[in-house]
Every structure is written in structure tokens, then in C-alpha cells.
């Protein structure tokens, strides 16, 4: 058995801890040049819109945040899924470590967004479908780290927090579809896997940033998942190797 | 059946209820959730009396009228085929203009205007430098005027054979 490669080898801790840390460097480095990247198309290359005039490269944060928003909470709803058939304990680490970050991208989502809705449309704020969608994607995420937060057993966390998260999965098609199923302030999507309506050089400066924003998120979600690791596991051998390695 | 995959089951199960559940209950709200109506709607007697409501659409073309103090504006949100006066005194924002969207905030007058207490501003999800909008705006204008050309043509070819 074990001389074949075996991926489920790494869903315990014991294995993935290393993993984890030899692959954030590598994320870190590509969510630095990524952004560079789409920083220097979008705000250096890409042309001045004829609506919006500069007012909106904003989009260059705004629409990979609210990707990454939906994106983390599917991802965290996955390894809830996983955790709750399977019982296996990284999972729950993994929805866990990603929690912040996603909620940070929702928060930015928001607040790039009123940046953005009071030049444009002459609001900060409207109780359109799109927006009351994600501040209730937010207030998800919120919800979440609160209830994992207030649950002494790391493994009835994950159970009550799972069920929480697969319950708000909803959620993240109707913000996506929002301005296709009702009349919105906010505009429909300018892209999807098929077609885009924005200038190729615009398009690219948004999609760079959107890898930058993932690999980020990839970085600092396996960071804290390390920490948990450690946290919930620290009275097994591998974390007293591990931290008997670290302070030798 | 090993009770994991029975577990995935159920999970996918309970999953589906509430995507039902979910449908169900956005459907039967659908008309609190949009955020404004359609002239047409208004038209259709579908406006709430003596309640703030908002309308939206296009501002017609040609129709904005500014007084001379600057802030009072009278104009028409149109969805091309029922047509609403607006009345409004405020400031509006930079991308209101004729042929572009916008949705207002207020309540119908009894003569049949609108009333209304906040203009915004409705963009679309195109972006592309003024260059490239301009060349699409010429071959707009281009294809039209082919297009009357052509009408024009095919009336002459028709004539002298109605005449025959």
C-alpha cells in the first residue's frame, strides 16, 4: 500500500502540516506578482472608460473580492459537506482557516462597492437584490465564526458550524444570478465563462488581480489552518516533534 | 450501503429541500425583492397608492427640461413603451443622461406625474475607452443610415413595377 502515491495520505494533519508549509511561500510569491501584475494593467495600461472616466478602476478590487467572496464560502460549504459525511478533522480546520479571509473579501466587496455606488449612481447604498444578497454572504460568514467561536468542542464546532454553512450555500447562486432574476440598481455581470463586455486590456487587469486575490487567500487560509493544527492537535506525538524540531 | 455515503446522501438530500425551500420563498416575495417597477407596471395600474415606490428605465431621449435655478428638472423614464413624466428638484448624479438608465424615488401626483425624491443613476456592464465607444456609435449611425438607403432603393425598384 504504501509504495504507490496516496493523496488521502495528506488529509491527516501529521502529513499535511509540512505540505502546507512548503506550499505558502510559493502561493505568497504568486499572489505578489499577480498583483503586480494587474495593478500595472489596470491602473498604468488599461484605458479610461467612456462612462466612468478613472472612477472605475475600483473594479479592479471590487469584482475580484466579490468573487473571492462566493468562491471561499462554496469552497468552505465543500470541506463542511466533507467533514460532516466523512468525519474526517482537517476538513473542519479548512472551513475554519478560510472563514476570515472570506469575510474580509465580502466586507471589501461592500465597501469598495459604496465607494464605487456614490460617484455612479449617486448612492453608497440600495437595498437592490445584489447588495442585500452579500451583506447577508457577509453577515454568513460572521454568523459562522461566531457559532465555531462559542463551541468549546472543536469537533461539535464543526458539526453545528457545518450545517450552518451548507444551509447559507444557498445564498451564493442567488447573489450571483441577483441581477438576471429581479430589477437592480446594480448592473449586470460584464463577464462570465463565455463572453465579455469590457476592453481585453481592462478584462486582463481584472482577471490578474483575481488570481492575486485567490493565491492570497490560498496563502493566508493554509497559514491559519497550520495554527489550528497545531492548536487542536498539540497533545499528539507529530506536534511534540514538531515544536521539539522548531525550538532545537 | 457504508453509512458515510449514506451521510453524502443525505447531505445532498437536506441540500436540495432547501434550494426548494429557498425558490419557493423568493418566488412568492418577487415583488418586494425587485427594486423598482417599469412604467409599463405603473401603466398597468400595478403602482402602490400614496406610497413611495421607485420606477426605472431609460431617461427618453430629448426629454430633459432644466429650470433656471438649476436644480428643478422635469424629464421621462421610458422602457420604450409606456412613458412616465418625472418631476424632480436635487442634485443628480454625473452619469444620469438621455438614452441612459436611472431610477427614481417617489410617488405619483394625481395629474399622472411622478413625484420624485431621489434620481439614480442605472450604468450598464460595458466598459471600453471612448475611442471604442465613438466607432461604435459611427457604425450605428452608418448601419442606419444604410438601412434607410436600402428602404429608400427598394421603394424605387418597387415603383415602376406597381406602375406597370
Keep these: 500500500m504504501n509504495d504507490r502515491f496516496n493523496l488521502y495520505r495528506f488529509a491527516s494533519p501529521a502529513t499535511f502540516y509540512p505540505l502546507a508549509g512548503r506550499m505558502i511561500p510559493w502561493f505568497a510569491a504568486a499572489a505578489v506578482l499577480f498583483g503586480l501584475a494587474g495593478l500595472y494593467l489596470g491602473m498604468l495600461v488599461a484605458p479610461t472608460d467612456f ?123 442567488i447573489i450571483y444570478f441577483s441581477v438576471k432574476w429581479w430589477n437592480t440598481l446594480h448592473q449586470g455581470s460584464s463577464v462570465n465563462l463565455t463572453k465579455s463586455s469590457m476592453a481585453e486590456t481592462m478584462l486582463w487587469g481584472m482577471l490578474l488581480m483575481a488570481l492575486s486575490f485567490w493565491m492570497y487567500s490560498i496563502a493566508v487560509a493554509l497559514t491559519r489552518a497550520r495554527t489550528l493544527m497545531l492548536e487542536r492537535e498539540r497533545h499528539t506525538d507529530w506536534v511534540k516533534a514538531e515544536l521539539a524540531e522548531t525550538q532545537r | 450501503m457504508k453509512s ?24 412568492a416575495l418577487n415583488s418586494n425583492i425587485a427594486l423598482y417597477i417599469t412604467p409599463t407596471e405603473v401603466a398597468a395600474g400595478k403602482a402602490p397608492k400614496d406610497k413611495l415606490f421607485r420606477i426605472g428605465g ?46 427614481a424615488q417617489g410617488r405619483l401626483s394625481a395629474d399622472g406625474h411622478f413625484q420624485a425624491t431621489e434620481v439614480l443613476a442605472k450604468h450598464d456592464e460595458n466598459y471600453m475607452p471612448p475611442e471604442a465607444a465613438k466607432a461604435l456609435q459611427d457604425a450605428h449611425a452608418r448601419g442606419l443610415e444604410k438601412q434607410a438607403n436600402d428602404a429608400a432603393a427598394a421603394a424605387d425598384a418597387a415603383k415602376p413595377k406597381a406602375g406597370y
Design chain 1, 51 to 173: 462612462q466612468q472616466g478613472e472612477g472605475y478602476r475600483i473594479i479592479f478590487i471590487h469584482v475580484p473580492t466579490s468573487w473571492m467572496s462566493m468562491f471561499i464560502y462554496l469552497v468552505m460549504a465543500f470541506w463542511a459537506a466533507i467533514g460532516l459525511a466523512f468525519n474526517t478533522r482537517l476538513s473542519g480546520m479548512m472551513a475554519q482557516a478560510l472563514a476570515p479571509t472570506g469575510a474580509l473579501m465580502a466586507f471589501l466587496s461592500l465597501w469598495t462597492g459604496a465607494l464605487w455606488g456614490k460617484p455612479m449612481w449617486g448612492a453608497w447604498w440600495v437595498w437592490d437584490a445584489r447588495l442585500t444578497s452579500e451583506l447577508i454572504l457577509l453577515f454568513l460568514y460572521i454568523g459562522y465564526m461566531a457559532l465555531v467561536a462559542a463551541i468549546d468542542d472543536p469537533r461539535r464546532a464543526d458539526k453545528a458550524g457545518g450545517v450552518l454553512l451548507l444551509v447559507g450555500v444557498v445564498n451564493v447562486p
Design chain 2, 4 to 27: 458515510r455515503h449514506k451521510k453524502l446522501a443525505l447531505i445532498g438530500a437536506a441540500l436540495a429541500v432547501i434550494g426548494i425551500i429557498a425558490a419557493l420563498v423568493l418566488n
Design chain 2, 58 to 103: 431609460l431617461v427618453k431621449e430629448g426629454s430633459i427640461q432644466r429650470q433656471a435655478d438649476g436644480v428643478t428638472i422635469a424629464f421621462i423614464i421610458t422602457d420604450t413603451e409606456a412613458d412616465i413624466p418625472v418631476h424632480y428638484k436635487g442634485i443628480l448624479p454625473d452619469l444620469f443622461k438621455e438614452g441612459k438608465g436611472a431610477v
